[in-house]
């Protein structure tokens, strides 16, 4: 009786445990996106802030968008915060962006000492789901999950476009967690190549 009722308890408990480590990793790869420039409300100051102003003097930049409450960002934000002090003084930046969930949920999520990276917020409900471009975004490189936080997308600004809306029509782009090996090599090679410019001015 004894090793039945333990059984049980192992079989109850088994599927919450798996569920607390599940992860999303996802490969990196090239997609047609036609990513577009932005203005979004910065979390510290909810001052507006252009993506290209963001990205003025850098070799590289991720675009990382997340939502505060979902557990695979939370998997994925210490693998982002090491690799940005990893590389930041070589022209890395990571721009943050907040989806469905409020500016109080981001900030408490960071804490007092904020984020370690610019984080601006295009969303706080999660009704708006469906009318974001980051769901628009991931719709066109195949991601399926629901929510699809986070989603990385790398933009190489000696590579954007010049003038008009869209900075890059293919970039790199991550539907998922980040898979650290692969994208600390496709950081380090990447910036190896770039040299620093004035991205995008129009």
Known sequence: MKKFLLLLFVLMIAPAALSAQSHEYSPLQEKTVNYKNWKLNDLASNQ???????????????????APWCPNWKNEAPVAASLYAKYKSQGFEIVGVSEYGTRDDVKAYFGPAGAPYPVVS???????????????????????????????IFLEPSKCNSNGDVL??????????LIEAD??????????????????KQ
């Open 48 to 66: 507006p802030v252009q993506l290209r102003s963001l990205m003025q003097g850098k070799k590289l930049v991720m675009v990382l968008y997340f």
């Open 122 to 152: 295009e969303s706080e409900s999660r009704e708006d789901r469906d009318k974001t471009p980051h769901y628009a975004y991931r719709q066109l490189t195949g991601d399926t999950r629901k929510w699809g936080s986070p989603w990385n």
């Open 168 to 177: 890059m029509e293919k970039a790199w782009v991550v539907n998922g967690e």
């Open 183 to 200: 994208v600390d090599k496709f950081i380090h090679d990447r910036l190896a190549s770039n040299a620093v410019i004035t991205p995008c």
